[in-house]
């Protein structure tokens, strides 16, 4: 079987950075990614068809991702890069399968980078499966890379500063957006300005969409959550409550917006899916979005060789992912013999100077956006918490009662997780559910097993898998 | 209704008709049919089969399968990950399909 010197799985932010350090230094890097384009979710390019008339209408991020597909480009004939291959398991030997087109196939590898990404946190509360109300991520790409308005009259609702961009974005197209729903408060203005200090070009990109906001005159709610959307057969209004500090809706606030449209951003979830199955230790940690892998100073996990770098080990957005796989790069780079640490050793203090910097910020950041126990209390009992397999709070709490004590158990009780999101769209929320009706901490209710493949693979394609040669 | 699709910036590619439940939309070369979809103001894609609910358009990255719809036959089709090309056809997906994907 092939076995890859330096595997790098995903090209985003991340895993771009790491194959552009490990290429420099000499490894032999072979980087891939499902996606027929390198970029990842934030630099993702426009579809083949389309033509760019205006850079600026891709966003403020579109010329740091030009940057790094720069980079990339250099080393672009040093790198073996499959695109569309979609990893489907990892196995013991250090052995991974992958899907591409009609065919399947397993290599090896040395060493490993897994730079995979997050997904939207997930938060059932009612009318949340109506059609219109959709995450700020899908919203975003479809108005920046599809080209398309996800509706008329849009409603904006979560945490964090993705929303603020994303209303800029969808007022920059020709969209309309009633308002912006935030669940935070900025309690601490000092130590929000200590935190940004230094992160100018972040700090730039928050004064453009603060004053973008502004002008556009958009109401931010601050303080504020979206309990609910209404519609018959659609969404037509969605009602907003003013939130106290554990997120709660206050009784006698509600007000309705009537919309066509929500978008829901309440952060990321870290895709684990592939450190799981190479066996790397987790924890637990809400702050960064939930279940992580466990990584020393190097970006390595906790088995020898497999690296992980960006979102998919708590979400701290793509300058920190940079930083991260360039960390990761030149690390794995190191450990094959092609630097020495005197040569490694100056390149990886810039990155650590970069990422702790920016770290600091996201550390304040985090702290807002932190998901609080109401959020989890929006749901009713007759609202949908597995969109798949079509289960209710209510159903959930039934199953409680008999009492299992960790996921996997109301999993094989309820169905929950067995759908063909595999989970993704309730694991997050039923660790925490599951953790309030117990009254135990999340991390005690362990984790739903993931199991190959990750992500649907025709069965045809599965039948002829083959090792690579 | 407003032109949902936005043409500041970007020139689409090459224009031609798609067919949903038996209704022409027009499509562009690299468009989605997720995308086509909105586009034409259309949001329901799926019945679920237990609760006949309406579901449309969600994660948009391919995750959440809320998306899926019958492509030329083939049922569960993730049509926000699915370029619409001339003439395809496609219907709203009631019930599960017939799965014919290992997850
Ligand atoms: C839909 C969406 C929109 C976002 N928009 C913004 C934004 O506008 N601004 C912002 O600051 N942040 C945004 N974020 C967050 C931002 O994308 C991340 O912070 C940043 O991209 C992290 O980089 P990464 O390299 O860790 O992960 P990603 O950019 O997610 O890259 C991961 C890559 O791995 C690939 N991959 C995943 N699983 C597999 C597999 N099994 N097999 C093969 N390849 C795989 C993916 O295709 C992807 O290219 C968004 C996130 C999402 C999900
Ligand atoms: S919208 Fe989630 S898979 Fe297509």
């Known amino acids: ?469 | 209704m407003i032109n949902r699709r936005v043409e500041k910036g970007v020139a689409r590619g090459r224009e031609f008709e798609i067919e949903v439940d038996g209704e022409k939309l027009r499509a562009h070369e690299g468009e989605t049919i997720a995308a086509v979809m909105l586009a034409a103001g259309r949001r329901t894609f799926r019945q679920t089969g237990l609760r006949q609910q309406a579901r449309g358009y969600y994660c948009g990255i391919g995750l959440c399968h809320e998306c899926m719809m019958v492509v030329n036959g083939v049922p569960n089709t993730r049509t926000c990950q699915t370029l619409a090309t001339p003439g395809c056809r496609v219907e709203t997906q009631e019930g599960p399909g017939k799965l014919e994907v290992a997850f």
């Open chain 1, 1 to 469: 079987m092939k076995e890859a010197e330096l595997l790098v799985i995903g090209a985003g932010p991340g895993g771009l950075a790491a194959a552009v350090e490990a290429a420099r230094a000499g490894a032999k890097v072979t980087l891939l990614d499902e996606n027929p384009q390198p970029g990842g979710q934030i630099y993702r390019q426009l579809p083949a068809g389309f033509r760019l008339t205006d850079p600026k209408a891709l966003g403020r991020d579109f010329p740091r991702g030009q940057k790094l597909l720069a980079e990339f480009a250099q080393v672009r004939e040093r790198v073996e890069y499959l695109d569309e291959a979609l990893i489907w398991g990892v196995f013991q030997d250090s052995e991974v399968a992958f899907q591409r087109g009609q065919n399947s196939h397993s290599l090896r590898y040395r060493k490993l980078i897994v730079s995979v990404g997050a997904y939207e946190r997930p938060v059932p509360f009612p009318g949340w499966t109506l059609p219109g109300v959709l995450t700020a991520g899908g919203a975003q790409r479809l108005v920046k890379i599809q080209r398309v308005l996800p509706g008329e009259k849009i409603l904006l609702a979560g945490t964090g500063p993705l929303l603020l961009a994303l209303a800029n974005q969808i007022v920059d197209a020709g969209g309309q957006v009633a308002a912006i729903v935030e669940a935070g408060r900025i309690e601490n203005w000092w130590r929000l300005a200590r935190g940004a200090w230094g992160q100018w070009p972040l700090v730039a990109d928050a004064w453009h969409y603060y004053r973008g906001i502004r002008q556009a005159r958009i109401p931010l709610l601050r303080g504020h959550i979206i309990t609910a959307a209404r519609g018959d057969g659609q969404v037509a209004e969605a009602v907003v409550a003013e939130a106290d500090r554990q997120w709660r809706p206050r009784p006698g606030t509600a007000r309705i917006f009537r919309v066509d449209t929500v978008c829901l951003g309440y952060g990321f979830v870290p895709s684990v899916e592939l450190t799981r199955l190479a066996q790397c230790d987790h924890r637990y940690d809400p702050q960064r979005g939930g279940w992580i892998p466990v990584r020393n100073e190097a970006m390595e996990t906790s088995v020898p060789g497999v690296y992980a770098a960006g979102d998919c080990t708590g979400v701290a957005g793509s300058l920190v992912a940079v930083e991260e796989g360039r960390i990761a790069g030149i690390g794995a780079a190191q450990s094959l013999g092609y630097l020495s640490a005197a040569e490694a050793h100056p390149r990886l203090e810039a990155c650590r100077r970069r990422r702790a910097g920016l770290l600091r910020l996201r550390q304040v950041l985090d702290e807002i956006s932190m998901p609080r126990p109401g959020l989890y209390e929006l749901a009713q009992d007759d609202t949908i918490v597995c969109r798949c397999e079509e289960i209710t709070l209510g159903e959930i709490k039934k199953a409680l009662r008999e009492g299992p004590t960790d996921m996997n158990e109301i999993k094989r009780m309820t169905r929950m997780g067995m759908g063909a999101c595999q989970g993704r769209m309730c694991a997050a929320a039923l660790q925490e559910i599951m953790a309030r009706e117990k009254g135990v901490p999340p991390a005690e209710l362990g984790f739903l097993n993931p199991r190959p493949p990750v992500k649907p693979v025709p069965l045809p394609v599965l039948a002829g898998h083959q090792a690579l040669e």
